[in-house]
């Protein structure tokens, strides 16, 4: 088993910043931030996610270096997964293989698909391996939870697994029981919203980035009528229905505003429809947690909020008035995501768990869906 001093680096690539930080055993060493502007980021317009693979890796380069970090003195690396295939939860080895499969973006173009590229490129730099850990296309779901209501759209299980996964992982702890042990409700309030149902160790069913609540600048779901009417309108092309729904939805179309802070200083001032609005979200935060109450057929042990707007006293205190009556709920304000990717590659350098490996077989099909071999490292 490596000694204590072994350190990992944790990278994890947003749309507009990089967050980097250096973990041991113990915890977080060191963290930065580094933030990349609109007119840095102009130059990509247009372009995949991994066009930015250089940009990204330079800046990172010369933070680890101002901080006096050496690439020698890592164990391993730890990227953000990407919108790969539906996969397993766990920790899996970066490969040329996954990699393809990030410059295919066949689910989509995101600044997460950088993590694990990133990551391999600093780690083979460094002679040692590279890994991603609950990546956002972890699939634990139920069969029937894939049917839409029609074939030609099946529903297919994106979210914020990791921290999602990390939080559970983390009540279980406190509780000193079995994350398998426990039925879950996990709330992750972010820039999105994922709510997610949890039983035997396995996220069996969650809304996607298309569906559930809407959030600071996402739509959730839409009337479905009405979408089509607007895609047959001409008024629209597809990038900028596809902006509207993700970029400039939710409070941002309904009050300027992704911000969540400016938005509760103007309910303080008095303003009606802020406070109209932000109601409405947490509403259909609580609608949806219900549903996903009903999923777990009622038997629920504890509802956990985390993600940035769980520091929000307003927004936690409304949803314990709407969902008190489910389940006790603990606040895990913020989220971590570093440290749970730094804690799923030390569980594969302790031996705690095996690194699975990505494999495709392109003649597989289960319904209607990419398939996956799931081989050990």
């Not at 971590?336 to 597989?364: I, M, P, S, Y």
Request: with cysteine; charged share 25%.
């Amino acid at each position: 088993m490596p000694n204590d001093s072994s350190r990992v680096l944790v990278i994890n690539p947003g749309s507009t910043s990089t967050k980097l930080g250096v973990f041991t055993r113990g915890g977080a060493e060191w963290v930065s931030t580094i933030r990349h502007g609109d007119e840095e980021l102009e130059q990509f317009r247009g372009h995949s996610a991994l066009a930015q693979l250089e940009f990204r890796a330079g800046q990172i380069r010369n933070k680890l270096e101002a901080a006096g970090h050496d690439l020698r003195g890592f164990a391993a690396m730890a990227g953000r997964g990407g919108l790969l295939p539906p996969m397993q939860c766990g920790t899996y080895l970066v490969d040329d293989a996954m990699v393809e499969e990030l410059r295919l973006a066949r689910r989509g173009e995101h600044a997460c698909n950088l993590g694990a590229v990133l990551a391999l490129k600093f780690a083979r730099a460094a002679g040692v391996n590279a890994y991603i850990v609950d990546p956002v296309t972890v699939d634990e779901w139920e069969p029937c939870a894939r049917l839409s209501g029609s074939p030609l759209t099946p529903r297919s299980s994106i979210g914020h697994a990791l921290n999602i996964k990390a939080v559970a992982r983390r009540f279980a702890r406190e509780r000193q029981t079995r994350y398998e042990a426990l039925r879950l409700l996990v709330i992750h309030l972010g820039s999105g919203i994922t709510v997610s149902a949890h039983r035997d160790g396995r996220m069996i069913d969650n809304n996607t980035p298309q569906e559930g609540p809407f959030g600071p600048d996402r739509t959730g779901w839409l009337p479905v009528q009405e979408l089509v009417k607007l895609c047959c309108s001409g008024i629209y092309n597809e990038k900028q229905l596809d902006r509207m729904m993700f970029g400039e939805g939710g409070l941002y179309a309904y009050l300027g505003t992704r911000d969540l802070e400016e938005v509760e200083r103007r309910i303080d001032q008095g303003d009606d429809e802020a406070r109209a609005v932000f109601e409405a979200m947490v509403y259909q935060v609580a609608k949806e947690a219900g549903g996903m109450a009903a999923v777990l057929k009622g038997k629920v042990d504890a509802v956990l909020l985390t993600g940035g707007m769980a520091h929000s006293e307003r927004v936690v205190s409304l949803l314990r008035g709407y969902l008190e009556w489910i389940a006790p709920i603990t606040v895990y304000p913020g989220e971590d995501e570093l440290q749970a990717l730094a804690e799923g590659v030390f569980r594969v350098l302790d031996g705690e768990e095996q690194a699975k490996r990505l494999k495709r077989d392109e003649t597989q099909v289960r319904g209607g869906r990419e398939a996956l071999v799931i081989g050990l490292e």
